[in-house]
């Protein structure tokens, strides 16, 4: 079979020297040495340059603000990254109580923080009421009702806005779509207005705002201005029915390059929206964003050391000590990742290999079908890694979560320290005697 060449994403911390590769100044393989592999690397300029991306649509040339980026932090929640995020000015978009004690830890402001997702406990409400949350998104009846009465018990008001599931189709994986019918997410968008009346007689809950997330890793901009025009116009209608709605919360998901996709530049999808927002006549309204994948997706790779290649009759493999438990996204959702080595190899003949790691699962693999010249003990860079990728990490064979490192020009940080074996099973004990 003959492997057509694989067309990498376009990396501004991440570039090939004279068959080298480097985070920004940094050469990989000299992180590879210094800290080990699997590594994380992430670049502090990518990750600077995809916000102020947003940034420079969030400001109008008045030097108005006219939207804010809630990063959603779902996507890598490293500490550093959240306090660089958080002195780039953003506000954070979380879906738990351990969310929130990082955003806290690293210096973000609770002020600046929306809470989201289906299942919040009555632990996780209490805290987020007590550290004084901008708002909570709600996404069913009883969940509104069980806030109502936690901020009742703790004699506070919990400012709200309601998810809507404007029913569109985003257009990308199953797994990662979240504003159709059949999603588990969101008030179904026949029932919001009366969801809305309702809210409006719980005593302990005050409405701010409306919200939507219609899926993730979206190329095309065309859904986001139907569920717009859908979510405008129930702005419309509550405002109609003396409900007045002071934030519209637009939701992450603008998909990103991880070969050759070509979703709209981040600028240019966010003025258009917000455009659109206020040609609509909803210019008052403050906007929210909350992406994920798109700040820090192509901000980060996993480096990787090859262990073994190990040919087989109907495939080639080559083995490396990374696995399924430090990335996930290939086995969960069958993603792609760009893969390349570290230093070109003379010495090695070009073959084709699923990358895969030492997890004793099928599904344990990285990339399918890659034609490289490698020897074992050369490194590999699995690419745009920097979202959903540590956070979905787990100790899976009982292996310890890899190290995380960010380039800032000719410095390194490390930014997590890879888990030691003991402190996997430092919390369990074995029964009495
Ligand atoms: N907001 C909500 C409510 C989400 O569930 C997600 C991701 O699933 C995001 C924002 C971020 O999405 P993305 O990383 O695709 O931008």
């Not at 995809?50 to 809630?70: I, T």
């Not at 701010?208 to 025009?229: F, K, N, R, W």
């Not at 702005?235 to 603008?254: C, N, P, T």
């Amino acid at each position: 079979m003959t492997i057509k060449a694989i067309p990498l994403p376009k990396l501004s911390g991440f570039t090939e020297r004279d068959g080298s590769w480097y985070a920004e100044e940094i050469p990989l393989a000299d992180l590879a040495k210094e800290f080990g592999t699997p590594l994380y690397v992430y670049s502090k300029k990518a990750l600077t340059e995809a916000y102020q991306a947003y940034d420079k649509a969030c400001v109008d040339g008045q030097g108005k603000r006219r939207a804010r980026v809630h990063y959603a932090m779902k996507a890598n929640s490293n500490l550093a990254i959240l306090n660089l995020f958080a002195k780039l000015g953003a506000g954070f978009d979380i879906v738990s109580a351990g969310e929130l004690a990082r955003v806290l830890a690293a210096g973000g402001s609770a002020n600046k923080v929306v809470f989201s997702g289906v299942g919040k406990s009555t632990q996780e409400m209490t805290a987020a009421l007590k550290a004084g949350v901008k708002c909570f998104n709600l996404e069913s009846i009883p969940e509104l009702t069980r806030l109502n009465s936690v901020a009742g018990s703790l004699g506070l008001k919990a400012p709200i806005s309601l998810r809507v599931n404007p029913d569109v189709d985003p257009k990308t994986h199953p797994y990662i779509s979240t504003g159709l019918k059949g999603n588990k997410f969101g008030i179904a968008y026949d029932d919001v207005i009366k969801t809305y009346q309702e809210a409006a007689k719980m005593p302990h809950c005050e409405i701010v705002g409306i919200d939507c997330h219609i899926g993730s890793q979206i190329t095309e901009i065309s859904p986001y201005m139907d569920a717009l025009d859908r979510v405008l116009d129930l702005i419309k209608q509550l405002d109609a029915s003396g409900i007045k709605i002071h934030h519209l919360d637009i939701g992450g998901g603008l998909g990103i390059s991880y070969t050759n996709e070509t979703p709209p530049a981040i600028t240019e999808f966010a003025n258009t929206l917000l455009n659109h927002i206020e040609s609509k006549g909803f210019g008052h309204l403050e906007v929210l964003f909350e992406p994920g994948r798109s700040l820090v997706g192509n901000a980060g790779l996993l480096l990787t050391t090859i262990e073994y290649l190990k040919p087989g009759e109907t495939k080639n493999f080559c083995i490396v000590d990374a696995a399924m438990n430090d990335l996930m996204r290939p086995a969960m959702y069958e993603a792609f990742h760009a893969i390349v080595p570290v230093k070109s190899n003379s010495k090695a003949p070009a073959v084709t290999y699923d990358i895969v790691g030492p997890i004793c699962e099928s599904g344990d693999w990285l990339g399918r079908d890659r034609s490289l010249s490698v020897q074992p003990g050369d490194q590999l860079a699995i690419l745009s890694a920097g979202a959903y990728g540590f956070t979905m990490s787990s100790n899976y064979n009982t292996r310890g979560r890899a190290a995380e490192v960010m380039v800032d020009g000719t410095q390194v940080h490390l930014i997590r320290e890879r888990e030691t074996i003991e402190s996997l099973f430092a919390n369990e004990k074995v029964l009495p005697a």
